[in-house]
């Protein structure tokens, strides 16, 4: 049962228990933070929003000792002035614990190694690995989290790594609660829902609310706004590095909220991305074919077949665990396949032979989830990621002709509003928002004929996100065909032509026209999905 959120915050008498004020922050000429000022009060959560760029993440690395602000900037926690900067580690001493966007976490290590919070089981001044991991066997069960503690970080999936960090800053808060520092815990959970399925969202919101109720405060950092509202009290907007304004969630509209996170009217509201069939436009079914997959296997799939047409987005929606998941890299070869053929414009390729560099010179292109990890170089520039793919066209005699390369991708960077317009920043320093917009330009530029998307917009602003879809939408108007994998069932109705269902690894319905709407996909999933039987109870007409 869901535990009841103390509504806490502003307007409640209390003085806040953290006061950040003018907090500047420049990376070169960047203005990443211009006089920013937060405040958080006694058993309130908070969210902080805005669009992707816009200073959140670098606002909360200040806090976490990793960035360095101007001088002049101020801290109090609890009435009591705190030194800026902040050293690395410091945050700890404070009663500060964080979820980053990055998660974190040592991936290279065992879960165990970063669980191990507090003092370690030893004997003789040496760690007892098995005490430890006994104990961590004890904590995960405790929170209802299914991983093997023994397991490295990159070893698990996005959603076991998001649910281990977020573990791990539970176990500070508890800590810092038993050593008395409650009126100064503060949890920062920046982007905490973007890897994890609605069940485990809902776990967070509950251990969110606990949290609280045992005297700490929240800040949540998100860019959906139905998270927001189910979850949070007040919210603080960011945008271009200052404070557009703050209200409490019960008072302001979500157009209101968008009008303040992208400064204009919320049009964005509603808005459809789907094919318009007219008089002149053929029906997508009758346009030519230009994938077709027959017989794929592989993972969980079984034998599953589909086909995209010139000009259409066909969405796949199912649970995870159902297969959707595993489809679009399947298909680009980045997962071996155990059977399964793919036609593209009329050439068959057999799926259990198929390399992902053979897949780029059949012009499919792939857009993963998770981008930091099997989508960006993020070493690298803006401009070496925005045409790693095409860089035989940049060369002549063996040299690379620059002048080209820039003049390019500054095209790239203003037709994908790409921020900063800066060609030589490292990509791996841009928020997540802009990242995506790079790895979608990236391939684009190979003019794909199958662009293959798994949660293209996870961890982007509501404007971002508007953006894929027009670039999506306009590309795949040109005659690619376009599939869509991704959790988000609103997301898949708004862009999709048409739908299919999948459970236990086999396609089992398909939404077409007007049934291509956010509870009929819901629905749908649900009914055909046989783990989900106690979830049936509660959606509405199953």
Not at 313 to 318: K, L, Q, T, W
Not at 403 to 432: H, Q, T, Y
Request: proline share 4%; glycine share 10%.
């Amino acid at each position: 049962m869901a535990v009841p959120a103390p509504r806490g915050g502003a307007g409640t008498g209390a003085a806040p228990v953290l006061e950040l004020r003018d907090i500047t922050m420049r990376f070169g000429l960047f203005h990443a933070l211009d006089g920013v000022g937060l405040d958080v009060y006694p058993g309130e959560i908070v969210a902080l929003l805005g669009e992707n760029g816009c200073g959140k993440s670098t606002l909360v690395k200040v806090l976490a000792g990793v960035n360095v602000p101007e001088p002049g900037g101020t801290l109090r926690l609890s009435g009591a002035d705190v030194p800026l900067p902040l050293a690395p580690g410091q945050f700890r001493e404070l009663g500060l614990s964080f979820v980053h966007q990055d998660l974190g976490l040592a991936r290279t290590l065992s879960v165990v190694e970063n669980l191990m919070v507090g003092d370690a089981a030893t004997r003789r001044g040496m760690i007892s690995w098995r005490k430890e991991t006994r104990r961590v066997r004890t904590l995960l069960r405790e929170y209802g989290v299914d991983v093997d503690p023994l397991l490295t970080i990159n070893e698990l999936p996005p959603v076991g790594q998001a649910l281990v960090a977020i573990v791990r800053a539970a176990e500070e808060q508890r800590r810092f609660r038993e050593e008395g520092t409650v009126g100064q815990s503060i949890l920062f959970l920046d982007e905490p829902t973007v890897f994890l399925p609605e069940n485990e969202v809902e776990f967070l919101f509950d251990l969110v609310r606990t949290i609280v109720r045992d005297g700490a405060s929240v800040v949540f950092i998100s860019h959906d706004l139905d998270a927001v509202r189910r979850l949070c009290d007040r919210a603080v907007v960011l945008h271009d590095g200052v404070v557009a304004g703050e209200a409490r969630l019960d008072e302001v509209t979500d157009e209101q909220l968008i009008e303040m996170i992208v400064g204009q009217s919320a049009g964005l509201v509603g808005a459809t991305y789907r094919r318009q069939e007219t008089d002149d436009e053929p029906p997508a079914a009758e346009l030519p074919v230009v994938a077709g997959v027959s017989g794929l296997s592989g993972g969980r799939v079984e034998r599953a077949d589909l086909t995209v047409h010139a000009g259409e987005i066909v969405g796949i929606a199912g649970l995870l665990g159902s297969g959707a998941e595993e489809v679009p890299y399947l298909c680009f070869g980045a997962h071996r396949s155990t059977g399964g053929t793919l036609t593209i414009d009329g050439r068959p390729l057999r799926l259990t032979r198929l390399t992902a560099a053979e897949a780029v010179q059949h012009r499919i292109a792939l857009v993963p989830a998770d981008r930091r990890r099997d989508g960006i170089a993020a070493s690298m520039t803006v401009g070496e990621n925005a045409t790693i793919l095409v860089n035989d066209r940049y060369t002549r005699l063996g040299g690379i002709r620059f002048k080209r390369v820039r003049s390019r991708v500054g095209e790239l960077l203003e037709k994908f509003d790409v921020r900063p317009r800066n060609a030589s920043a490292l990509l791996g320093r841009l928020s997540g928002g802009n990242q995506q917009k790079v790895v979608l330009a990236k391939w684009m530029e190979i003019e794909p004929r199958l662009l293959l998307l798994h949660e293209p917009t996870q961890g982007v602003d509501v404007a971002a996100r508007a953006s894929i879809y027009r670039h999506v939408r306009q590309a795949t108007a040109t005659g690619m065909g376009t599939l869509w994998v991704s959790n988000d069932f609103e997301e898949l109705a708004t862009v999709c032509d048409r739908v299919l269902v999948m459970a236990d690894g086999v396609i089992r319905a398909e939404l077409t026209g007007e049934d291509v709407t956010e509870d009929r996909i819901s629905t749908s999933v649900y009914q055909y999905s046989t783990n989900a039987a106690s979830v049936l109870a509660d959606v509405p007409g199953a």
